[in-house]
């Protein structure tokens, strides 16, 4: 099955295909998406398409644009209004089921022949899930930890006999112990699957409302502050204090930083007057801007710990397909791979096109690429270089910290 000739097909009137995609924060969604529409952009041109990237699900229907073939549109966090309270008496469910009509839409205001493409993301399948799930074109289930447990999980719920289910993750497994790690893909018939793919460099939308939040205004941006410590437990601290000071992220942030202190959800459940899934659902939205926030200061953290160890022309980078670091010493270049974990999730094991850009970066410039690695939970760093003869790139304890 290709994706792509599915998503670009139209029978010269006006088309609409919808992927849904379902993911924990720091999953990859993100990813995936910029990385299909890139693809798109590829296979038909960038002059033949208008793209709107947002986090309101009304901008579909405000921003069509008729002079240009194909509209796409991403609207990410679409569930952030839903709740198990509310989820399904929203006044977004209506908003969703009109969804279908807005290649209707699209003919009134003047588009004759074309395709409408809709990328909708959502952290936890809840509230308008069913909804969008009748007619989607693709469901992708995307996870940084997907295993087979959790596949067998969503297959059984929808439905697929559960012997199918055993037989193809045996398949996959044996094939490909770490596929199960990137995309599960459902079509509309049943047919699964699971789906890999390779990051590509993002496209500019022509409307981009992504840092807007439906029904408030845009918040000032903090100015940026000067590091003042090394240890990333007091970062972690510090960027807590932030957000519990932002309009946003206040509530969920101390959902989440109540829960890292040893409370239960049930007695936050109780404190706050919220049901449990909720309190669940706002501290992985809490954990996962934490992580975002934490991702960048530490590779700032990196960079001067770099030069105390005596590199030379250090370097933060921060692009899409691009080293997280770059660096010299002794004549020799480095390209940098930053990975930080073990609050909320812990990784050891990291399939190699993870550290794509800096293999590629010390192949292409005759450098090396290497990995700083910090495990919380154990306390250690450890810095070396990446091996590409092996899938994995796995960090043994003990073998030695800086």
């Given at each position: 099955?290709?994706?792509?000739?599915?998503?670009?097909?139209?029978?010269?009137?006006?088309?609409?295909?919808?992927?849904?995609?379902?993911?924990?924060?720091?999953?990859?969604?993100?990813?995936?998406v910029?990385?299909?529409i890139?693809?798109?952009?590829?296979?038909?041109?960038?002059?033949?398409?208008?793209?709107?990237?947002?986090?309101?699900?009304?901008?579909?229907?405000?921003?069509?644009?008729?002079?240009?073939?194909?509209?796409?549109?991403?609207?990410?966090?679409?569930?952030?209004?839903?709740?198990?309270?509310?989820?399904?008496?929203?006044?977004?469910?209506?908003?969703?089921?009109?969804?279908?009509?807005?290649?209707?839409?699209?003919?009134?205001?003047?588009?004759?022949?074309?395709?409408?493409?809709?990328?909708?993301?959502?952290?936890?399948?809840?509230g308008?899930?069913?909804?969008?799930r009748?007619?989607?074109?693709?469901?992708?289930?995307?996870?940084?930890?997907?295993?087979?447990?959790?596949?067998?999980?969503?297959?059984?719920?929808?439905?697929i006999?559960?012997?199918?289910?055993?037989?193809?993750?045996?398949?996959?497994?044996?094939?490909?112990?770490?596929?199960?790690?990137?995309?599960?893909?459902?079509?509309?018939?049943?047919?699964?699957?699971?789906?890999?793919?390779?990051?590509?460099?993002?496209?500019a939308?022509?409307?981009?409302n992504?840092?807007?939040?439906?029904?408030?205004?845009?918040?000032?941006?903090?100015?940026?502050?000067?590091?003042?410590?090394?240890?990333?437990?007091?970062?972690?601290?510090?960027?807590?204090k932030?957000?519990?000071?932002?309009?946003?992220?206040?509530?969920?942030?101390?959902?989440?930083?109540?829960?890292?202190?040893?409370?239960t959800?049930?007695?936050?459940?109780?404190?706050?007057?919220?049901?449990?899934?909720?309190?669940g659902?706002?501290?992985?939205?809490?954990?996962?801007?934490?992580?975002?926030?934490?991702?960048?200061?530490?590779?700032?953290?990196?960079?001067?710990?770099?030069?105390?160890?005596?590199?030379?022309?250090?370097?933060?980078?921060?692009?899409?397909?691009?080293?997280d670091?770059?660096?010299?010493?002794?004549?020799?270049?480095?390209?940098?791979?930053?990975?930080l974990?073990?609050?909320?999730?812990?990784?050891?094991?990291?399939?190699?096109?993870e550290?794509?850009?800096?293999?590629?970066?010390?192949?292409?410039?005759?450098?090396?690429?290497?990995?700083?690695?910090?495990?919380?939970?154990?306390?250690?760093?450890?810095?070396?270089?990446?091996?590409?003869?092996?899938d994995?790139?796995?960090?043994?304890?003990?073998?030695?910290?800086?």
């Open positions: 099955m290709k994706i792509l000739d599915v998503l670009l097909r139209h029978n010269g009137d006006v088309g609409l295909s919808i992927v849904y995609l379902v993911g924990m924060p720091g999953s990859g969604k993100t990813t995936l910029k990385t299909l890139a693809k798109i952009v590829q296979a038909v041109g960038r002059e033949r398409i208008h793209y709107v990237r947002t986090r309101d699900i009304k901008d579909v229907f405000e921003h069509i644009n008729p002079e240009k073939e194909f509209q796409l549109f991403f609207v990410d966090d679409a569930m952030m209004k839903q709740n198990a309270r509310r989820s399904m008496s929203s006044d977004n469910i209506e908003i969703y089921e009109r969804l279908p009509d807005v290649r209707h839409i699209a003919e009134e205001r003047g588009l004759k022949e074309g395709k409408i493409i809709i990328f909708i993301a959502a952290q936890v399948p809840k308008v899930d069913l909804v969008i009748n007619f989607a074109k693709f469901t992708i289930f995307k996870s940084m930890n997907l295993y087979e447990e959790e596949h067998r999980r969503i297959l059984k719920a929808l439905e006999p559960y012997y199918e289910v055993v037989d193809w993750i045996d398949g996959v497994l044996a094939e490909d112990p770490w596929a199960l790690s990137r995309g599960l893909i459902i079509t509309q018939s049943g047919r699964w699957g699971w789906l890999r793919f390779t990051p590509e460099d993002g496209v939308p022509d409307v981009d992504y840092f807007i939040t439906p029904g408030e205004k845009e918040e000032k941006s903090e100015e940026k502050e000067e590091i003042l410590t090394e240890d990333v437990n007091e970062l972690i601290r510090e960027e807590l932030k957000m519990k000071r932002s309009r946003k992220w206040k509530k969920k942030a101390e959902l989440l930083e109540r829960l890292m202190q040893g409370d959800r049930l007695r936050l459940s109780q404190i706050y007057n919220i049901p449990e899934s909720t309190v659902y706002f501290a992985n939205q809490a954990m996962g801007e934490l992580r975002r926030r934490i991702g960048l200061k530490y590779e700032e953290v990196v960079v001067k710990k770099l030069e105390k160890m005596g590199f030379q022309n250090v370097r933060r980078m921060g692009g899409q397909s691009e080293p670091i770059l660096a010299e010493k002794d004549g020799e270049k480095y390209a940098v791979s930053v990975k974990y073990n609050y909320g999730r812990a990784r050891h094991s990291l399939p190699i096109d550290f794509t850009p800096e293999l590629k970066w010390a192949e292409e410039n005759g450098g090396k690429a290497m990995l700083y690695y910090t495990n919380l939970a154990w306390s250690e760093t450890y810095f070396f270089e990446i091996r590409d003869d092996k994995m790139v796995t960090i043994k304890r003990r073998k030695g910290p800086i």
